[in-house]
Nanobody, 127 residues
Framework: QVQLVESGGGLVQAGGSLRLSCAAS??????????MGWFRQAPGKEREFLAA????????YYADSVKGRFTISRDNTGNMVYLQMNRLKPEDSAVYYC??????????????????WGKGTLVTVSS
């Protein structure tokens, strides 16, 4: 059974930083070849793509809204993916979700088509 478990959310002041983690287990071939990434969803809004990274880490995509502030990385030895979030703003407040899929292409348009999702971790940025 595939599980993606996010951690690292919490309350932070505007301008601060958080690092989210996602631990993947149960993926086919121990996750070999899977792209992983992050989305978020604020109350009353649609789920929004943030970042995705190829299995080898050599290719990364970011949404314009977080480019330059957020950094995605992964550690395949532990099937982990991370999202370093800097210069946080109140509008970054949302539930943050980790996802995994065999394909890296078009994550921003495949919100309903990615294979696996975590249950999310809440990030609240106070002004």
């Amino acid at each position: 059974q595939v599980q993606l478990v996010e951690s690292g959310g919490g309350l932070v002041q505007a301008g601060g930083s958080l690092r989210l983690s996602c631990a993947a287990s149960g993926l086919t071939n121990s996750g070999y070849g899977y792209a992983m990434g992050w989305f978020r969803q604020a109350p009353g809004k649609e789920r929004e793509f943030l970042a995705a990274i190829s299995w080898g880490g050599g290719t990364r995509y970011y949404a314009d809204s977080v480019k330059g502030r957020f950094t995605i990385s992964r550690d395949n030895t532990g099937n982990m993916v991370y999202l370093q979030m800097n210069r946080l703003k109140p509008e970054d407040s949302a539930v943050y979700y980790c996802a995994a899929d065999p394909r890296l292409a078009d994550w921003a348009s495949r919100t309903n088509g990615l294979d696996y999702w975590g249950k999310g971790t809440l990030v609240t940025v106070s002004s």
